[in-house]
Nanobody, 128 residues
Framework: QVQLVESGGGLVQAGGSLRLSCAAS????????MGWFRQAPGKEREFVAV???????YYADSVKGRFTISRDNAKNTLYLQMNSLKSEDTAVYYCAATGKVFSYNIRSSALTNVYDYWGQGTQVTVSH
């Protein structure tokens, strides 16, 4: 079992920045690919970014160039640096862990059903 707890959400003005964190506990963090997803009211949960255990990354087109995913295996922590935030980035952000994603199949990380563990989410609100 892996337990995931997100933090760092909040209210920010458009154009601003936030850094989300996801603290993992339980089984070895370094063996998992870690992803960020988000869900806005009335919408499906959507993929944001993923980082494999080896450090390969993959981003949704909507955040590419603005968001950066990273991980610190020694601290069992995943990060999402979000810059140039837009109102359409407003959502609950979730981190997730999967043992099924590697560099060679990283595009499959966009599917919610490949993830084994999920956090409870943290709210990000971007005001105009």
């Amino acid at each position: 079992q892996v337990q995931l707890v997100e933090s760092g959400g909040g209210l920010v003005q458009a154009g601003g920045s936030l850094r989300l964190s996801c603290a993992a506990s339980g089984r070895s963090f370094s063996g998992y690919a870690m992803g960020w997803f988000r869900q806005a009211p009335g919408k499906e949960r959507e993929f944001v970014a993923v980082i494999t255990w080896s450090g390969s990354t993959y981003y949704a087109d909507s955040v590419k160039g603005r968001f950066t995913i990273s991980r610190d295996n020694a601290k069992n922590t995943l990060y999402l640096q979000m810059n140039s935030l837009k109102s359409e980035d407003t959502a609950v952000y979730y981190c997730a862990a999967t043992g099924k994603v590697f560099s060679y199949n990283i595009r499959s990380s966009a599917l919610t059903n490949v993830y084994d563990y999920w956090g409870q989410g943290t709210q990000v609100t971007v005001s105009h």
